[in-house]
Structure formats: structure tokens, C-alpha cells
T-cell receptor
Framework: DAKTTQPNSMESNEEEPVHLPCNHSTISGTDYIHWYRQLPSQGPEYVIHGLTSNVNNRMASLAIAEDRKSSTLILHRATLRDAAVYYCILRDTSGAGSYQLTFGKGTKLSVIP | DAGVIQSPRHEVTEMGQEVTLRCKPISGHNSLFWYRQTMMRGLELLIYFNNNVPIDDSGMPEDRFSAKMPNASFSTLKIQPSEPRDSAVYFC?????????????FGPGTRLTVT
């Protein structure tokens, strides 16, 4: 899988928007951008994914740069429950290894009450 | 749906003992994954099953580790003999279909401590 780069940690105030960046300058045309998060003492959970266009769901929004070399996960109003490690992952849909999720170190988000 | 179910949630055992971790995937999901998470190495894929058949076991650390999926609703990960360096949280995940766009659903994990 192509490599992603994320900040080690970020802080946000409760009820404010949070923008979590991810750089993936070596992304290929068949790579989907996936985001997962892991709350303390829990397994990872899916957040959102996209290919080229911006995406919205009930949990978050995903903004993808026009050249696809970076993306941003947007939490519109951070709550204490959003404190977690957020992973940005590229999924190659073309190869035999398309089933794989390769987790990096992610960004640890702290939410301040 | 109850989600992915793993048992036990916590396991403490002595070095040299056999350990068996269990997983029940979400009904209807035909892909199953075992992961291991440690502070040093993060989350690592150990093995991937599709339709009960092991497809990729390249992440299994060594012969002491084995995994089976006798049917669509049950999988085991066995460590024999266990060693202190096997201490980690082991996650099972399942997914519907083989498309890379499908998300994986993770269980709560089994925290294994080998003394």
C-alpha cells in the first residue's frame, strides 16, 4: 500500500470543528482513501472512504484534494466521544492485496471539554 | 446485529501454555481477518480468510501460531506454546464481500498476557 503521513497528535475544543490532515503523495489512481478510528480500549471502527469526490456521512466529511495527494477528515462538532486515534489508509482496489488494511500510527485526537 | 464477537476478552496465561482465541463474525460476512496490536508494532494483519479458506497467512509470526475457520460463523487463533512476546491485543474483523470499498467491522479484541 502507498504510504500516508499524519500528525502524531492534535487537540480540539469540544463542540468545535476538527480537521485531521493526511498526506499521500504517492497515491495511485486505483487507491481509495479510507479512514478508521480507534477509541480507547476498543477495536478500530470505519469512519468514511472516498476516491476522488468529497464525501459526507453521519459521522464525518472527507475532503479530497484535486490532485488526490492529500485529504482531510472533518468532524463538524467534536464531542468527548470523538477522542480516539484516527487512521488514514489507502486501499488499492486493483491488486490481489486489495483486502488489506495497513494501519500506520495515526493521529491521536484529544478533545478538551 | 451483535457485531463481531470475540472470546475471551482477557486471557492471562503462563509461558508454554496453549492459548485459543475465538471469533464469531457478523452473519453474512464472508471475509474474516485476525490482527494483533502492540505498542511497538501497532496493528498488524496476521491472517485473512475468504469463504472460510485462508488466503493470506504471511503475517502469522511463526509456526507457533495457527488459525482455522471450520465454518462461516466461527474462527480460532491458537498459540502453542505461548511466549511473553505474544502479549498483545488480538482483534478479529469481518467484512461482507471482497471489494476493497467494503469496510471491515472489528470485534472488541482479546487482551492476552503471557507471563
Amino acid at each position: 500500500d502507498a504510504k500516508t503521513t499524519q500528525p502524531n497528535s492534535m487537540e480540539s475544543n469540544e463542540e468545535e470543528p476538527v480537521h485531521l490532515p493526511c498526506n499521500h503523495s504517492t497515491i495511485s489512481g486505483t487507491d481509495y482513501i479510507h479512514w478508521y478510528r480507534q477509541l480507547p480500549s476498543q477495536g478500530p471502527e470505519y469512519v468514511i472512504h472516498g476516491l476522488t469526490s468529497n464525501v459526507n456521512n453521519r459521522m464525518a466529511s472527507l475532503a479530497i484534494a484535486e490532485d488526490r495527494k492529500s485529504s482531510t477528515l472533518i468532524l463538524h462538532r467534536a464531542t468527548l466521544r470523538d477522542a480516539a486515534v484516527y487512521y488514514c489508509i489507502l486501499r488499492d482496489t486493483s491488486g490481489a492485496g486489495s483486502y488489506q488494511l495497513t494501519f500506520g500510527k495515526g493521529t491521536k485526537l484529544s478533545v478538551i471539554p | 446485529d451483535a457485531g463481531v464477537i470475540q472470546s475471551p476478552r482477557h486471557e492471562v496465561t503462563e509461558m508454554g501454555q496453549e492459548v485459543t482465541l475465538r471469533c464469531k463474525p457478523i452473519s453474512g460476512h464472508n471475509s474474516l481477518f485476525w490482527y494483533r496490536q502492540t505498542m511497538m508494532r501497532g496493528l498488524e494483519l496476521l491472517i485473512y480468510f475468504n469463504n472460510n479458506v485462508p488466503i493470506d497467512d504471511s503475517g502469522m509470526p511463526e509456526d507457533r501460531f495457527s488459525a482455522k475457520m471450520p465454518n462461516a460463523s466461527f474462527s480460532t487463533l491458537k498459540i502453542q506454546p505461548s511466549e511473553p512476546r505474544d502479549s498483545a491485543v488480538y482483534f478479529c474483523a469481518s467484512r461482507q464481500g471482497t471489494s476493497a470499498t467494503y469496510e471491515q467491522y472489528f470485534g472488541p479484541g482479546t487482551r492476552l498476557t503471557v507471563t
